[in-house]
C-alpha cells in the first residue's frame, strides 16, 4: 500500500529546475502537507508504547504512567480549538510553523524524560499541541491543496482520506521507531525523541514552500471573534458526530495503551515489544481500511460512524477477554477490530465535518471534531483511577455498555435526516 494517491496529479506544482531538467515535477502541493502532518503524527504516538519502560525503570505508579499519556489531551485541545480558527483568519503556514517548533520542544523535552516525571509532562502537552495544529490545520490544508485548481482530478473524498492517512500512517512509524529502540536499541529514553526532531526539522523549508490556501480568510476586528465556529451549532454534528467521535480514540488509548500493561504476566519481557505490535496493528489496519472507508460513509444515514462504534464496542470486548485469559493473540485481535473502527471513524468524521462547515470554518470544525475525539484518550487515566475501586474488567464491560448506548444515539439522530440549521 502506497502512503499517498499517486494518480496524475495536474493541479500539482511544476518547477524548473537547472539540475532535474525544465519538464520535472515537483510533488503534488498536497504532498507537501501530508509529510509534514506525518512529522507531527509520529511525535505524537512515539510516546504510547513507550509506557511500560517509564513503569518498569523509573518505578512511576501506573496512575502517573497513564496521566502521561492523558495530559496529551490537555495540550491538543487548546490547539484543536484555537489553531483551526486562528489558521483560517491569519492563513495556514504560520500556524503550521507554530506546530513544527512544538514538535521540536516536545520530543526535546521527552528527551530529557529520565530527570523527572514533570519533563514527561510538559513534553507530552507540547506534542499534544503539535497534534492539534497538525489535525486543524495540517488536515484542512490538504483537504484544500486536494481540489480546484491545486488537484482538479481527485474526488471528493480525497481530502479526508489523505489526511486521515498522514495521521494514522505517522502514528505508526513513531510508536514502531520508538519501540523497536526501547527494546533492543541504545539509550531508549532518548534516541526515539532525537530521531524525530531530526526527521521534523526538514518539514521548516518544505512547509514555507507549500501554497497558502487561507490568507487573510477570516474575520475583520479582535482575533477571539474567529475562535467562533458557526458550524459547531450544527445540529448534525452536534447530535451524530459529537456522539460518535470519542470512541475512536478510546478505542485506541485502551487496545495499544492500557491494554499493554494489563498482560505483564503473558508478555513477560517482551512487553515492549507487545506494545509496539498492538500499536502498529492497530494503526496499520487502520491505513489499510481508509481507502475503502470513504464506501462506507453516508451522509444522510451516518452508517461509517455508527459501524466505527460498534467495532470499538466489539474490540474492548475482545479486550477483555484478552485480560481475563491473558492471552497476547487475542490482545492483538482486539487491536485488529480496534484499528477497522479507527479507519472507518477517521475518515467518515472527517467526510461529515467537510460536509457540514462553512466556507470561512473549516479548519475551526476540524478542530472541535479531532478535540471531541481525542477526549477518549483519557479512557487510560480514568480506568486506572477508578481500579483502586474496582476491577478493570467491571470499569471495561462499562464502558461497553456506554458504546452501545452511544451507538443508538447515533442511529436515532442519523435516521432523522437533521436539516442544516
Do not use: C
Amino acid at each position: 500500500m502506497t502512503a499517498v494517491d499517486t494518480a496524475p496529479d495536474t493541479g500539482s506544482l511544476r518547477a524548473v529546475s537547472s539540475a532535474a531538467g525544465p519538464h520535472r515535477r515537483r510533488a503534488p502541493s498536497w504532498a507537501l502537507l501530508w509529510g509534514a502532518v506525518f512529522a507531527m503524527s509520529w511525535g505524537g504516538n512515539q510516546f504510547s508504547p513507550l509506557l511500560l519502560m517509564y513503569e518498569n525503570r523509573q518505578h512511576y505508579t501506573p496512575v502517573l504512567v497513564n496521566a502521561f499519556l492523558g495530559v496529551y489531551v490537555l495540550g491538543l485541545a487548546p490547539a484543536l480549538l484555537v489553531a483551526g480558527s486562528l489558521s483560517d483568519r491569519h492563513g495556514r503556514k504560520p500556524i503550521m510553523m507554530a506546530g513544527l517548533v512544538s514538535a521540536v520542544i516536545g520530543s526535546g523535552l521527552l528527551a530529557f524524560g529520565g530527570l523527572g516525571p514533570e519533563f514527561l509532562l510538559v513534553g507530552r502537552l507540547f506534542s499534544g499541541a503539535t497534534v492539534g495544529v497538525a489535525m486543524a490545520v495540517g488536515n484542512s490544508w490538504i483537504k484544500e491543496l486536494s481540489q480546484a485548481p491545486h488537484d482538479p482530478t481527485a474526488d471528493r473524498a480525497s481530502g479526508a482520506r489523505r489526511a486521515s492517512l498522514a495521521f494514522t500512517l505517522g502514528s505508526g512509524a513513531g510508536a514502531l521507531v520508538a519501540g523497536l529502540i526501547a527494546q533492543w536499541g541504545p539509550i531508549p529514553e532518548i534516541l526515539p525523541f532525537l530521531i524525530h526532531i531530526a526527521v521534523t526539522i526538514p518539514f521548516f523549508v518544505i512547509v514555507a514552500r507549500a501554497p497558502e490556501t487561507s490568507a487573510n480568510g477570516g474575520l475583520t476586528g479582535p482575533w477571539w471573534r474567529q475562535l467562533r465556529i458557526p458550524s459547531a451549532s450544527h445540529r448534525r454534528f452536534v447530535r451524530v458526530v459529537v456522539v460518535a467521535a470519542p470512541w475512536i480514540f478510546v478505542g485506541a488509548a485502551v487496545g495499544y495503551g492500557y491494554l499493554p500493561t494489563q498482560l505483564r504476566g503473558a508478555t513477560g519481557q517482551w512487553g515492549l515489544v507487545f506494545a509496539t505490535a498492538a500499536t502498529v496493528v492497530a494503526l496499520g489496519v487502520s491505513s489499510a481500511f481508509q481507502p475503502l472507508a470513504r464506501r462506507i460513509h453516508s451522509a444522510t444515514s451516518a452508517r461509517g460512524l455508527a459501524l466505527m462504534v460498534v467495532l470499538i464496542a466489539a474490540g474492548l470486548v475482545v479486550v477483555i477477554v484478552s485480560i481475563l485469559a491473558q492471552s497476547i493473540w487475542l490482545g492483538l485481535a482486539a487491536n485488529v477490530i480496534i484499528g477497522f473502527g479507527m479507519g472507518i471513524g477517521l475518515v467518515s468524521g472527517l467526510q461529515e465535518v467537510q460536509t457540514i462547515a462553512g466556507s470561512r470554518d473549516l479548519a475551526g470544525l476540524t478542530g472541535v471534531f479531532y478535540a471531541v475525539a481525542y477526549a477518549g484518550f483519557l479512557a487510560p487515566a480514568v480506568i486506572a483511577a477508578v481500579a483502586v475501586f474496582a476491577p478493570v474488567t467491571a470499569i471495561l464491560t462499562v464502558l461497553v455498555g456506554l458504546a452501545v448506548v452511544s451507538w443508538v444515539l447515533v442511529l436515532v439522530s442519523s435516521r432523522k435526516h437533521l436539516p442544516t440549521q
